[in-house]
Protein backbone atom coordinates (compact mmCIF):
# COMPACT_ATOMS: atom_id res chain seq x y z
CA UNK A 1 0.00 0.00 0.00
CA UNK A 2 1.73 3.10 -0.98
CA UNK A 3 1.84 5.81 1.77
CA UNK A 4 -0.12 8.97 0.67
CA UNK A 5 1.76 12.34 1.32
CA UNK A 6 -0.36 15.04 2.90
CA UNK A 7 1.11 18.22 1.56
CA UNK A 8 0.49 21.25 4.35
CA UNK A 9 -1.11 24.28 2.38
CA UNK A 10 1.07 27.46 2.42
CA UNK A 11 1.04 29.87 4.82
CA UNK A 12 -1.51 32.64 4.45
CA UNK A 13 0.14 35.36 3.29
CA UNK A 14 -0.02 39.22 5.97
CA UNK A 15 -2.37 40.46 3.29
CA UNK A 16 -4.84 37.44 3.01
CA UNK A 17 -4.79 37.76 7.22
CA UNK A 18 -6.12 40.94 7.25
CA UNK A 19 -8.95 40.26 4.89
CA UNK A 20 -9.34 37.36 6.92
CA UNK A 21 -9.77 39.98 10.05
CA UNK A 22 -11.74 41.97 8.23
CA UNK A 23 -14.26 39.72 7.40
CA UNK A 24 -14.45 38.87 11.05
CA UNK A 25 -14.74 42.29 11.95
CA UNK A 26 -18.05 42.58 9.11
CA UNK A 27 -19.26 40.03 11.32
CA UNK A 28 -18.73 41.42 14.10
CA UNK A 29 -20.28 44.75 13.41
CA UNK A 30 -23.47 42.91 12.01
CA UNK A 31 -26.03 44.44 14.19
CA UNK A 32 -24.56 48.12 13.73
CA UNK A 33 -26.33 50.26 11.37
CA UNK A 34 -25.83 49.24 7.66
CA UNK A 35 -23.94 53.39 6.74
CA UNK A 36 -21.70 52.39 9.91
CA UNK A 37 -21.12 49.30 9.12
CA UNK A 38 -19.78 50.51 5.60
CA UNK A 39 -17.87 52.99 6.48
CA UNK A 40 -16.01 51.40 9.07
CA UNK A 41 -15.29 48.44 6.71
CA UNK A 42 -14.18 50.89 4.24
CA UNK A 43 -12.10 53.14 5.94
CA UNK A 44 -10.38 49.94 7.45
CA UNK A 45 -9.57 49.00 3.61
CA UNK A 46 -8.08 51.65 3.31
CA UNK A 47 -5.72 51.40 5.80
CA UNK A 48 -5.13 47.79 5.08
CA UNK A 49 -4.01 49.07 1.65
CA UNK A 50 -1.82 50.99 2.99
CA UNK A 51 -0.22 48.94 5.69
CA UNK A 52 -0.02 46.44 2.38
CA UNK A 53 2.36 43.21 3.76
CA UNK A 54 2.54 44.74 7.00
CA UNK A 55 -0.45 42.45 9.77
CA UNK A 56 -2.74 45.10 11.35
CA UNK A 57 -2.59 44.02 14.32
CA UNK A 58 1.08 44.51 14.48
CA UNK A 59 0.73 48.51 13.21
CA UNK A 60 2.77 51.10 15.33
CA UNK A 61 1.83 54.29 16.54
CA UNK A 62 4.49 55.55 13.62
CA UNK A 63 2.92 53.60 11.01
CA UNK A 64 -0.89 54.95 11.92
CA UNK A 65 0.57 58.10 11.99
CA UNK A 66 2.37 57.87 8.50
CA UNK A 67 -1.12 56.41 7.66
CA UNK A 68 -2.87 59.45 8.54
CA UNK A 69 -0.27 61.62 6.65
CA UNK A 70 -0.22 59.96 3.28
CA UNK A 71 -4.06 59.65 3.53
CA UNK A 72 -3.98 63.57 4.52
CA UNK A 73 -1.48 64.21 1.51
CA UNK A 74 -4.51 62.18 -0.97
CA UNK A 75 -6.45 64.65 -0.23
CA UNK A 76 -8.83 63.25 2.77
CA UNK A 77 -10.74 65.56 5.21
CA UNK A 78 -9.50 66.25 8.57
CA UNK A 79 -12.82 64.46 9.45
CA UNK A 80 -12.60 61.85 7.27
CA UNK A 81 -9.46 60.61 8.60
CA UNK A 82 -11.32 61.22 12.38
CA UNK A 83 -13.60 58.61 11.52
CA UNK A 84 -10.72 56.52 10.67
CA UNK A 85 -9.36 56.53 13.78
CA UNK A 86 -12.71 55.80 15.19
CA UNK A 87 -13.12 52.92 13.14
CA UNK A 88 -9.15 51.75 13.86
CA UNK A 89 -10.53 52.21 17.43
CA UNK A 90 -13.50 50.03 17.42
CA UNK A 91 -11.67 47.46 15.40
CA UNK A 92 -8.26 47.48 17.98
CA UNK A 93 -11.53 46.95 21.01
CA UNK A 94 -12.53 44.39 18.57
CA UNK A 95 -9.24 42.78 18.34
CA UNK A 96 -8.56 42.44 21.78
CA UNK A 97 -12.16 40.93 22.62
CA UNK A 98 -10.81 38.07 19.94
CA UNK A 99 -7.62 37.61 21.68
CA UNK A 100 -8.77 38.02 25.30
CA UNK A 101 -6.26 40.56 25.85
CA UNK A 102 -5.76 44.39 26.76
CA UNK A 103 -3.51 45.42 24.59
CA UNK A 104 -2.49 49.55 24.04
CA UNK A 105 -3.95 50.90 21.32
CA UNK A 106 -1.65 52.63 18.87
CA UNK A 107 -3.88 55.28 17.84
CA UNK A 108 -4.00 57.09 21.43
CA UNK A 109 -2.69 60.23 20.89
CA UNK A 110 -2.60 60.59 17.46
CA UNK A 111 -4.90 63.59 16.23
CA UNK A 112 -6.61 64.21 12.37
CA UNK A 113 -5.69 67.20 11.20
CA UNK A 114 -8.36 70.18 11.73
CA UNK A 115 -10.96 70.37 8.97
CA UNK A 116 -12.10 74.01 7.95
CA UNK A 117 -15.49 74.86 9.48
CA UNK A 118 -18.38 75.08 7.43
CA UNK A 119 -20.58 77.98 7.91
CA UNK A 120 -24.41 77.18 8.40
CA UNK A 121 -26.53 78.53 4.96
CA UNK A 122 -29.36 80.91 5.66
CA UNK A 123 -31.57 83.23 3.68
CA UNK A 124 -32.06 86.01 2.81
CA UNK A 125 -34.22 88.62 4.61
CA UNK A 126 -36.14 88.47 1.64
CA UNK A 127 -35.73 85.36 1.00
CA UNK A 128 -37.25 84.18 3.96
CA UNK A 129 -40.02 86.71 3.93
CA UNK A 130 -41.02 85.50 -0.19
CA UNK A 131 -40.99 81.53 1.60
CA UNK A 132 -43.12 82.43 4.25
CA UNK A 133 -45.77 85.18 3.05
CA UNK A 134 -48.30 84.19 0.11
CA UNK A 135 -52.55 83.14 0.14
CA UNK A 136 -52.66 79.39 0.79
CA UNK A 137 -55.62 77.91 -0.82
CA UNK A 138 -55.91 74.25 0.67
CA UNK A 139 -56.23 72.94 4.48
CA UNK A 140 -52.33 71.34 4.01
CA UNK A 141 -50.90 74.50 2.13
CA UNK A 142 -51.99 76.57 5.39
CA UNK A 143 -50.59 73.41 7.80
CA UNK A 144 -47.55 74.16 6.05
CA UNK A 145 -47.53 77.62 5.89
CA UNK A 146 -48.12 77.70 9.77
CA UNK A 147 -45.08 74.89 10.37
CA UNK A 148 -42.60 76.82 8.50
CA UNK A 149 -44.03 80.38 9.85
CA UNK A 150 -43.25 79.20 13.32
CA UNK A 151 -40.13 77.90 12.34
CA UNK A 152 -38.63 80.96 11.17
CA UNK A 153 -40.38 82.87 14.05
CA UNK A 154 -39.08 80.68 16.86
CA UNK A 155 -35.84 79.07 15.55
CA UNK A 156 -37.33 75.96 15.89
CA UNK A 157 -35.09 72.29 15.00
CA UNK A 158 -37.09 69.74 13.08
CA UNK A 159 -37.51 67.31 15.38
CA UNK A 160 -39.24 70.19 17.97
CA UNK A 161 -41.31 71.22 15.16
CA UNK A 162 -42.61 67.48 14.45
CA UNK A 163 -43.00 66.47 18.04
CA UNK A 164 -44.67 69.80 19.00
CA UNK A 165 -48.06 69.42 20.75
CA UNK A 166 -51.30 71.41 20.76
CA UNK A 167 -50.98 72.45 24.53
CA UNK A 168 -47.26 73.47 24.16
CA UNK A 169 -47.80 76.57 22.16
CA UNK A 170 -50.12 79.77 24.35
CA UNK A 171 -51.55 81.91 21.72
CA UNK A 172 -52.02 84.58 24.26
CA UNK A 173 -49.08 85.26 25.67
CA UNK A 174 -47.00 84.73 22.06
CA UNK A 175 -44.60 81.66 23.28
CA UNK A 176 -44.17 78.35 22.71
CA UNK A 177 -42.92 75.76 25.17
CA UNK A 178 -40.18 73.33 23.35
CA UNK A 179 -37.87 69.83 24.57
CA UNK A 180 -34.50 70.62 23.03
CA UNK A 181 -31.54 68.13 22.60
CA UNK A 182 -30.79 66.78 26.02
CA UNK A 183 -34.24 66.89 27.18
CA UNK A 184 -34.04 70.42 28.23
CA UNK A 185 -36.99 72.69 28.51
CA UNK A 186 -37.04 75.81 26.67
CA UNK A 187 -39.05 78.81 26.30
CA UNK A 188 -39.45 80.65 22.80
CA UNK A 189 -41.87 83.56 21.90
CA UNK A 190 -43.33 83.20 18.47
CA UNK A 191 -44.30 86.67 16.21
CA UNK A 192 -47.05 87.80 15.74
CA UNK A 193 -47.85 86.38 11.83
CA UNK A 194 -46.53 83.03 13.07
CA UNK A 195 -49.10 82.57 15.51
CA UNK A 196 -51.71 84.28 13.24
CA UNK A 197 -51.24 81.23 11.12
CA UNK A 198 -51.49 78.69 13.73
CA UNK A 199 -54.97 80.00 14.84
CA UNK A 200 -55.92 79.72 11.07
CA UNK A 201 -54.43 75.48 11.08
CA UNK A 202 -56.08 75.51 14.43
CA UNK A 203 -59.35 76.00 13.23
CA UNK A 204 -58.77 73.60 9.92
CA UNK A 205 -57.46 71.04 12.32
CA UNK A 206 -60.48 70.97 14.25
CA UNK A 207 -62.59 69.05 10.92
CA UNK A 208 -59.72 66.61 10.42
CA UNK A 209 -61.51 63.36 11.57
CA UNK A 210 -59.53 60.88 14.24
CA UNK A 211 -57.35 63.58 14.69
CA UNK A 212 -54.33 63.11 17.42
CA UNK A 213 -55.70 65.20 20.11
CA UNK A 214 -52.10 66.12 21.83
CA UNK A 215 -49.75 66.83 18.11
CA UNK A 216 -50.10 70.30 16.84
CA UNK A 217 -49.32 69.47 13.02
CA UNK A 218 -50.66 66.34 11.94
CA UNK A 219 -51.36 64.53 8.05
CA UNK A 220 -54.05 63.58 5.97
CA UNK A 221 -55.00 60.34 8.40
CA UNK A 222 -54.90 62.48 11.52
CA UNK A 223 -51.84 61.39 12.85
CA UNK A 224 -48.81 63.23 13.90
CA UNK A 225 -46.27 64.87 10.80
CA UNK A 226 -43.58 62.64 10.21
CA UNK A 227 -39.61 65.04 9.78
CA UNK A 228 -39.40 63.71 6.15
CA UNK A 229 -42.57 65.05 4.83
CA UNK A 230 -41.70 68.66 6.65
CA UNK A 231 -38.42 68.28 4.57
CA UNK A 232 -39.85 67.44 1.31
CA UNK A 233 -42.77 70.23 1.66
CA UNK A 234 -40.34 72.80 2.49
CA UNK A 235 -38.23 72.17 -0.25
CA UNK A 236 -41.18 71.97 -2.94
CA UNK A 237 -42.43 75.21 -1.39
CA UNK A 238 -38.81 76.74 -2.18
CA UNK A 239 -39.26 76.05 -5.47
CA UNK A 240 -42.71 77.37 -6.16
CA UNK A 241 -41.65 80.85 -4.35
CA UNK A 242 -38.66 80.99 -6.44
CA UNK A 243 -35.47 80.33 -4.46
CA UNK A 244 -33.07 78.43 -6.58
CA UNK A 245 -31.32 76.22 -4.16
CA UNK A 246 -32.20 73.28 -1.71
CA UNK A 247 -33.99 74.72 1.24
CA UNK A 248 -34.33 72.66 4.58
CA UNK A 249 -35.66 73.27 7.91
CA UNK A 250 -32.20 74.16 9.43
CA UNK A 251 -31.95 76.56 6.84
CA UNK A 252 -35.18 78.42 8.46
CA UNK A 253 -33.21 78.21 11.89
CA UNK A 254 -29.98 79.49 10.75
CA UNK A 255 -31.89 81.99 9.07
CA UNK A 256 -33.78 83.20 12.30
CA UNK A 257 -30.49 83.11 14.39
CA UNK A 258 -28.55 85.51 11.91
CA UNK A 259 -31.64 87.86 10.98
CA UNK A 260 -32.15 88.10 14.48
CA UNK A 261 -28.27 88.82 15.42
CA UNK A 262 -28.24 90.80 12.54
CA UNK A 263 -30.98 93.61 14.28
CA UNK A 264 -30.72 93.26 17.87
CA UNK A 265 -26.55 92.41 18.39
CA UNK A 266 -27.98 90.10 21.05
CA UNK A 267 -26.04 87.19 21.16
CA UNK A 268 -26.80 85.60 24.51
CA UNK A 269 -30.30 86.34 23.63
CA UNK A 270 -29.80 84.04 20.35
CA UNK A 271 -28.17 81.40 22.27
CA UNK A 272 -31.02 81.44 24.61
CA UNK A 273 -33.56 81.34 21.95
CA UNK A 274 -31.57 78.06 20.09
CA UNK A 275 -31.21 76.19 23.30
CA UNK A 276 -27.50 75.99 22.81
CA UNK A 277 -25.78 74.39 25.60
CA UNK A 278 -22.74 76.62 24.29
CA UNK A 279 -21.91 80.27 23.64
CA UNK A 280 -19.34 78.78 21.02
CA UNK A 281 -22.28 76.94 19.21
CA UNK A 282 -23.96 80.19 18.73
CA UNK A 283 -21.28 82.48 17.74
CA UNK A 284 -20.72 81.09 14.10
CA UNK A 285 -23.68 83.35 13.43
CA UNK A 286 -21.24 86.35 14.10
CA UNK A 287 -19.12 85.23 11.15
CA UNK A 288 -22.80 85.18 8.82
CA UNK A 289 -23.18 88.48 10.07
CA UNK A 290 -19.91 89.95 9.18
CA UNK A 291 -20.01 88.04 5.52
CA UNK A 292 -23.37 90.02 4.71
CA UNK A 293 -21.77 93.01 6.25
CA UNK A 294 -18.63 92.27 3.95
CA UNK A 295 -21.04 91.57 0.72
CA UNK A 296 -22.76 95.25 1.65
CA UNK A 297 -19.53 97.11 2.02
CA UNK A 298 -17.92 95.32 -1.06
CA UNK A 299 -21.62 96.56 -3.42
CA UNK A 300 -21.30 100.05 -1.60
CA UNK A 301 -18.06 101.08 -0.55
CA UNK A 302 -15.90 103.58 -3.12
CA UNK A 303 -12.27 101.96 -1.81
CA UNK A 304 -13.99 98.49 -2.54
CA UNK A 305 -15.33 98.84 -6.32
CA UNK A 306 -12.11 100.49 -7.51
CA UNK A 307 -10.38 97.51 -5.78
CA UNK A 308 -12.27 95.14 -7.72
CA UNK A 309 -11.98 97.18 -10.89
CA UNK A 310 -8.08 96.63 -10.34
CA UNK A 311 -8.24 93.27 -9.95
CA UNK A 312 -10.60 92.69 -13.41
CA UNK A 313 -7.72 94.42 -15.40
Known sequence: MTKRTVVAPPPKSDTARNAALLDAFATHLATRPAHTRDAYLGDLRQLAAHAGDT????????????????????GLSGRSLARLLSAWR??????????GANSDDPSIGLKPPKSPKNLPSALTPDEAVRLVDGAETDIWGRRDHALFELAYSSGLRLSELAGLDVDRIDLVTG???????GAKE???????????????????????????????????????????QIQRRL??????????????????????ASHVLQSSGDLRAV???????????????????????????????????????????
Open 55 to 74: PLPALTRAQLARALATLHGR
Open 90 to 99: AFHRFLNDVN
Open 175 to 181: EVRVWGK
Open 186 to 228: RIVPVGAAALAAVRTWLAERAAIPSVDKSALFVGARGTRIAAR
Open 235 to 256: AALAIRRGINRHVHPHMLRHSF
Open 271 to 313: QEMLGHASIASTQVYTHLDFQALAKVYDAAHPRARKKKKAEAR
